[in-house]
T-cell receptor, first 114, second 114 residues
Framework: AQSVTQLDSQVPVFEEAPVELRCNYS??????LFWYVQYPNQGLQLLLK??????LVKGINGFEAEFNKSQTSFHLRKPSVHISDTAEYFC????????????FGTGTRLAVRP | GAVVSQHPSRVICKSGTSVKIECRSL??????MFWYRQFPKKSLMLMAT?????????EQGVEKDKFLINHASLTLSTLTVTSAHPEDSSFYIC??????????FGPGTRLTVT
């Protein structure tokens, strides 16, 4: 079975600083990878996804992520964060064989300070 | 982008009563919808996969007689929590499949059982 690890439960950062949110996954078969953002009391919004092709994926709101197969990682980065980026971020995987069922990490709370 | 709505956004009910939550895809048809449960400061747990016109597929450990799912049309899936108890209090989120390996999430429903 696949699993997702987000080691950092909370990442505090100052406004306009760069940030990296870490995600590692474990799977014996090929996977698709996703990052979602959740604002308080709301559902999830897709930031970006990796299905195939270029390992560097650009998403909305200036975020990007890089798929590293050898390290089984899919870290999320942003060069300069805003206060409005404060939210919960979830990494998720789905199996290429099914493509549907998502397995989520435990989430990372990004707290941007002025 | 695709929009998914949920109703109600918040509901408080008494122990022993049943509660129905609706999930609608507003601008697209979804043959497959998913129901998740999110505990405080925890990740999303997939409860079941809802397929239009057929029985839902429940994840291991989820009681199908307690969490009734109906997917009567291509734009509507409902989750009914029967004989609710305080331990059923949670944030319930639905998603709808829109395209290959992509899900759009609803805003969630906060259920509080007193």
């Amino acid at each position: 079975a696949q699993s997702v690890t987000q080691l950092d439960s909370q990442v505090p950062v100052f406004e306009e600083a760069p940030v990296e949110l870490r995600c590692n996954y474990s799977s014996s078969v090929s996977v698709y990878l996703f990052w979602y953002v959740q604002y308080p009391n709301q559902g999830l919004q897709l930031l970006l996804k990796y299905l195939s092709g270029s390992t560097l994926v650009k998403g909305i709101n200036g975020f990007e992520a890089e798929f590293n197969k050898s390290q089984t990682s899919f870290h999320l980065r942003k060069p300069s964060v805003h206060i409005s980026d404060t939210a919960e971020y979830f990494c998720a995987v789905s199996l290429k064989s099914s493509g549907d069922k998502l397995t989520f990490g435990t989430g990372t709370r990004l707290a941007v300070r002025p | 982008g695709a929009v998914v709505s949920q109703h109600p956004s918040r509901v408080i009910c008494k122990s022993g009563t049943s509660v129905k939550i609706e999930c609608r895809s507003l601008d697209f048809q979804a043959t497959t919808m998913f129901w998740y449960r999110q505990f405080p400061k925890k990740s999303l747990m997939l409860m079941a996969t809802s397929n239009e016109g057929s029985k839902a597929t429940y994840e291991q450990g989820v009681e199908k007689d307690k969490f009734l799912i109906n997917h009567a049309s291509l734009t509507l899936s409902t989750l009914t929590v029967t004989s609710a108890h305080p331990e059923d209090s949670s944030f319930y989120i639905c998603s709808a499949r829109a395209g290959f390996a992509e899900q759009y999430f609803g805003p969630g429903t906060r259920l509080t059982v007193t």
